[in-house]
C-alpha cells in the first residue's frame, strides 16, 4: 500500500509556472506506476500525465503536451509535474495517483491509491 500527498498548488497568473510533488510513503514507490490526474467543478476527473515505474514511459493529455513536464524521483519518493504557459482551463483540483503495475494507463478507474489534491487556479 502507498500513501500520496500533494503539495505545490496555489494561484497563479496567466502564462506563469507551478511545480507539483507528490511525495509517497513506504518504500516500494519504484513498483508503482504514477499519474496526475485533474478536476475542474462540474466537470470529470481528467488524466493530465502518466508515468511508468522506472520513468521510460510517460505520456500526457493533448491540451497539456508542450507546456507540463511529468518526472519522478525513486529515491526519493516523488513525482513533479512542472507546469508552464499556465491557462485559465487548467484551473483545477489536482491529484496524483498509483497503481501496483507496469506501463501507464489514462483511465482514473485503473488506479488504486490517490492523493487529496491541490488546487491550482490561474487567474487572467
Known amino acids: 500500500q502507498v500513501q500520496l500527498v500533494e503539495s505545490g498548488g496555489g494561484s497563479v497568473q496567466a502564462g506563469g509556472s507551478l511545480r507539483l510533488s507528490c511525495a509517497a510513503s513506504?518504500?516500494?514507490?519504484?513498483?508503482?506506476?504514477m499519474g496526475w490526474f485533474r478536476q475542474a467543478p462540474g466537470k470529470e476527473r481528467e488524466f493530465v500525465a502518466g508515468?511508468?515505474?522506472?520513468?521510460?514511459?510517460?505520456n500526457y493529455a493533448d491540451s497539456v503536451k508542450g507546456r507540463f513536464t511529468i518526472s519522478r524521483d525513486n529515491a526519493e519518493n516523488t513525482m513533479y509535474l512542472q507546469m508552464n504557459s499556465l491557462k485559465l482551463e487548467d484551473t483545477a483540483v489536482y491529484y496524483c495517483a498509483a497503481y501496483l503495475g507496469a506501463g501507464i494507463r489514462d483511465k482514473a478507474l485503473d488506479y488504486d491509491y490517490w492523493g487529496q489534491g491541490t488546487q491550482v487556479t490561474v487567474s487572467s
Open positions: 513506504g518504500r516500494t514507490f519504484g513498483t508503482y506506476a
Open positions: 508515468i511508468s515505474r522506472r520513468g521510460g514511459i510517460i
